[in-house]
């Protein structure tokens, strides 16, 4: 029979010591590919977000956090695992992670949470419920697909679609980017977002006044498109009135030389850009007033002093920088996304101050379990930025990572971009202080040869980490967890055509 060593007895006492006596609630709001800037607290001149700068001036704003992959289920994973992409498995949409990675749902579940998730999740394989209690899909994934949104579209209204419009709304209806667009068939109470919240509210309502904590995760797929709102938000914005990028003179040439489905990541015409960004921003104002519905209930139910709440994304939108949309590469627009940490009430970080130092979203779950006095498993990748965010940590390690198609590391104010899988580049450098859109390429300014090879250096070792999977004491391997190799690559097989491979050399 093992005995405690007086280090581990004290070092177990003092964390018992540091526990609360009831661990705080936990409201995660997630939104899929909003890119940072699209808020009026990060100064955005057009799209109105007044609860979401409201939550901004009550807690702390993260300026520069970046996604580690930057597509939807790879930075998800991340995002609930703590750890990279090429560590957890996780590397393109529909690929399942590998055998024995645990993610942060099923983690506070064994520390006594209860959990809950309602929209967008996007993992596989999809019949499992990833360590949550209570599964309303927006899609048809997780044990209870018949309480998801597409079986209350079905039910109500017998509509097979998702996005179901109002003939002749769609102005290209032939372009595979610009079908995107059109107005929602069904008043505004049935849209997803409104959906989405609502289920939220239902179980926010239903742990009223239970002694046990919980973790409720509300994942919006807007502003993703398709770019369907029903109305106020279909009008909202005029296209003609909102700043856009100028695209590049090659515009047309970059998207004719596309092919299938990659044509939607390119756009030529600079009305398709105003029309698609209008509707972005009033999807994000459809959202934000959600949110406000969501925090006013928290207050109603008398649950907001004592509940955690982090706004993010999974990534952002090019929204034509570059001739570019959607997400997938490693500039600004795709790649950083918003973070806004509120601590419950009497939290030191909650000041309004915006933090600077660039975050992964790695960071993120390590933080939560920080924030609620759970142990941070060995194993997970990120760091906590706790401290960070209450102005307590000088020696912030400042610095992300990303890899999909290609690789990334920011440094500070400085980025070096690998255009392939294995350090042979071609690379691109950018000092984003000076050129915060990254429209000068330094990598062949031989005064930036050093830097060039210390983060070719720093990409290299990081891509050749391989910590084993995570490990929670006394916890048992969830379901998801024990899928077999084989079954992971019969997955792999038949995941989307946009799972990493090498670029060609331009």
Not at 37 to 64: E, I, S, W, Y
Not at 149 to 171: D, E, F
Request: glycine share 8%; proline share 9%; charged share 25%.
């Amino acid at each position: 029979m093992s005995t405690l060593t007086r280090r581990e007895f004290l070092a177990g006492s003092a964390a018992l010591a540091a526990r609360p006596a009831r661990r705080p609630n936990i409201l995660f709001l997630m939104v899929d590919e909003m890119r940072w800037d699209a808020m009026g607290c990060a100064g955005h001149p057009v799209v109105k977000t007044p609860n979401l700068d409201r939550l901004a001036r009550q807690g702390v704003r993260f300026h520069a956090c970046y996604t580690v992959s930057p597509v939807c289920s790879p930075a998800r994973a991340s995002l609930f695992t703590g750890r990279y992409a090429h560590v957890h498995g996780v590397i393109a949409n529909g690929v399942p992670a590998h055998p024995g990675e645990i993610f942060l749902p099923s983690i506070l579940k064994h520390y006594g949470y209860h959990t809950a998730i309602s929209g967008k999740l996007h993992f596989r394989p999809i019949q499992f419920d990833f360590g949550f209690d209570r599964f309303w899909s927006f899609a048809a994934e997780g044990p209870t697909p018949e309480l998801g949104y597409q079986a209350y579209l079905r039910k109500k209204y017998g509509s097979p679609n998702k996005w179901p419009i109002v003939p002749g709304t769609c102005p290209w209806p032939d372009d595979p980017l610009g079908r995107d667009v059109g107005l929602f068939k069904y008043p505004k109470e049935d849209f997803e977002t409104e959906w989405i919240t609502d289920r939220a509210i239902e179980y926010l309502r239903s742990r009223r006044g239970q002694g046990q904590p919980w973790f409720l995760f509300v994942s919006y797929l807007k502003p993703h498109s398709p770019s369907v709102e029903p109305q106020p938000y279909f009008s909202m914005y005029d296209p003609d009135s909102i700043p856009v990028p100028k695209l590049p003179p090659n515009a047309r040439e970059m998207r004719a030389r596309q092919t299938g489905q990659a044509r939607r990541h390119y756009v030529d015409d600079e009305r398709m850009v105003r029309v698609l960004s209008a509707l972005y921003y009033g999807a994000i104002t459809h959202v934000d007033e959600q949110i406000g519905r969501l925090l006013g209930e928290l207050e109603k139910l008398g649950m907001a002093d004592d509940t955690l709440i982090l706004f993010t994304a999974d990534h952002g939108n090019m929204l034509g920088d570059r001739g570019r949309w959607f997400k997938g590469v490693q500039y600004e627009g795709s790649v950083r996304v918003p973070l806004i940490w509120r601590g419950p009430r009497g939290a030191s970080e909650n000041t309004g101050r915006v933090i600077e130092k660039v975050v992964e979203n790695t960071d993120i779950m390590p933080s939560i379990l920080d924030a609620v006095g759970i142990p941070v498993p060995e194993g997970v990748q990120g760091r906590s930025f706790l401290r960070l965010a209450r102005g307590q940590d000088p020696n912030w390690k400042n610095r992300c990572y990303s890899q999909l198609r290609s690789g990334m590391v920011v440094d500070g104010s400085w980025k070096l971009i690998d255009n392939s899988l294995d350090g042979s580049g071609p690379f691109e450098l950018h000092n984003l202080a000076e050129d915060p859109k990254e429209e000068r390429d330094l990598s062949q300014d031989p005064r930036q040869r050093e830097r060039i090879a210390e983060y070719r250096r720093l990409l290299a070792a990081w891509r050749a980490q391989r910590p084993g999977p995570i490990k929670v004491p006394g916890m048992s391997l969830p379901s998801y967890a024990l899928i077999s190799e084989e079954e992971r690559r019969r997955a792999i097989q038949e995941a989307p055509d946009n799972r990493p491979r090498p670029s060609r050399r331009r």
